[in-house]
């Protein structure tokens, strides 16, 4: 069943087109890899599809509902939450508190939603620094304490901006093992990465952008093999 | 390397019920200064201590829109202005009893403040800070203009407060700083709870996300313009009880002494010298600078000095001083003001928390 279905969505800001007539969909379910070079328009696409940016053309439908030009708040409310390519913990605030400021997203009650942010804290690993305020986490549990924080809101639909960015390996091994603990149980995830090995591994689809534009779309075999993306992307190294 | 001892200020464990020790203390505060009246019936000191407490609802309502949601209004002014002279002309104008013309002015506070916010909340940080004090001088302007029905410059005198009396009983007829002193100590308990109860609530918590990160917090499902809004309008509905409080008070008003931006600053300050975002950071800044500002202006310092033998009141330097001390209160509390800002950026209540946490740190280990 399709989750989430973009219709020639365009983003221009002033003469410059950041995403020009991108289509695609994702399956429920499934691992969905964004990639291509620098500027390509990844982020701005995160952006259009969160209600950051509003599309200067295009639709985007998600669980069937036309939610082009809706606030962020709505859309998370929807089911769709997202992380930032550069990490915005809520510095001075608790680790706790910034999971259960997700969490608050679907219940009013406090005791709840410190239970609920308890429970993604276990989920993430770094259940042992709940009092500890957020701008003292190193990089790799600032990534996770987001990855914690959008799944208290509830959501059917992930975007992760990045979130290898800046790790070392064991780090990034462990962000992989929680994508796949949470593709088990179920949840659609969208994935902009650069890490070529994590992105081939995880995703079950693969989207390339390219000045704006789908250069491809297919399995990580087919896109491991085509020439257009070699040419641009990927370089021969990974043919 | 001192970082969890930092996570134990800016954050205490949550609380459960509190102490024994804690409650007694609360309620020995509390007695004494609901007794303090009868102890100390000096009007001067009884003054002062009015004018501490308005500062404190001042501070405390200016806190929840600029320590709690980050959105630092300098234009406050607006709302207390608003309240003063709401109460104030239907006292004057239309013979409205105070008590009833407070809850006309926190109405037309709320509407001021929906009007100022639907405009100013579109833009964030400094931009907002710009607009919120362009907002509240196009009020001050206002109100000094249309003189038909402001009496513009020359403000509003009130002539008598009408007895307060409940069916027949007379409880009182505002001859005396008495009933003042208790309706701004029941006006400051009540933002203190106020200020509480956004704290450890949903609220909170959103306010709190606004204030870190905007747009962390618009993914994360809350409704910015909304959540603002509501912050403001608590914050409006307070100054504007405030502005009522004051005019009463004092009796006078006119656009610069209720409306100027001076006010607005001064609302400010309260919150920034004692430690924005916190329940106790305003009673803290309004105990330092309420005291300190009245001690500037009757040229305590000059006095000081000359008593201590350490400037001859007749020698050059001292006439100096006598001479110009007094006109200079501004600028010494401005440099104060600055000095605090400087070194002690989290506010007189953060630094003296960081202080006693760093002895005991050091005690400990």
Partial sequence: ?239 | MNSPAKSAITKPPKSKAPPVTYLLATVALLSLLFAFPQIVDSPYTLHMMILIFLSIILGESWNILGGYTGQYSVGHAAYFGTGAYTTMMLMQYAQVPPWLGVWVGVAVAIIVALAIGSICFRLRGPYFVLASIAAAEIIRLTALNVKSFTNGAEGILATDIPPLKLGAILITDFSSKLPFYYTGLILVLLTILMTWLVQHSKLGYCLQAIREDQDAAHSLGINLTLHKNIALIISAAFTSTAGSFYAVYIGFIDPTSVLSLDMSVQIVLICIIGGIGTIFGPVAGAIILVPLSEALRSNMIAQGLFKAGLVGEESSIGIFLKDNLAHSHVLIYGILVVVVILFMPEGVLGFISKFVHGKTRRGVS
Wanted: a neutral charge; charged letters at 20%.
């Fill in chain 1, 1 to 239: 069943m399709t989750i989430l279905e973009l219709k020639n969505v365009s983003k221009f800001f002033g003469g410059l087109a950041a995403n020009t007539d991108i289509s695609f969909s994702l399956e429920e379910g499934k691992i969905i890899g964004l990639i291509g070079p620098n500027g390509a328009g990844k982020t701005t696409l995160f952006n259009c599809i969160t209600g950051f940016y509003p599309p200067s053309q295009g639709q985007i439908l998600f669980k069937k509902q036309n939610i082009t030009g809706l606030q962020p708040h709505q859309i998370c409310r929807l089911g769709m939450a997202r992380t930032w390519q550069k990490v915005r913990p809520l510095v001075k605030m608790s680790v706790l508190d910034n999971v259960m400021v997700g969490a608050l997203c679907r219940t009013n009650s406090l005791k709840i939603a410190r239970e609920i942010a308890m429970e993604q804290l276990k989920v993430v690993h770094i259940e042992h620094k709940t009092n500890m305020p957020a701008g003292g986490l190193p990089i790799g549990e600032r990534k996770r304490l987001e990855i914690a924080r959008i799944l208290a809101t509830n959501p059917e639909l992930l975007l992760l901006d990045e979130v290898m960015g800046g790790l070392n390996t064991s780090e990034s091994e462990e962000i992989i093992q929680l994508i796949l603990e949470t593709k088990s149980r179920g949840l659609t995830q969208m994935v902009i990465e650069h890490d070529m090995k994590a992105i081939m591994r995880i995703s079950d689809r693969i989207v390339v952008l390219n000045s704006g534009e789908k250069l491809a779309e297919g399995t990580p075999a087919e896109i491991a093999d085509n020439q257009e993306v070699i040419d641009a992307y990927l370089g021969e190294s990974h043919a």
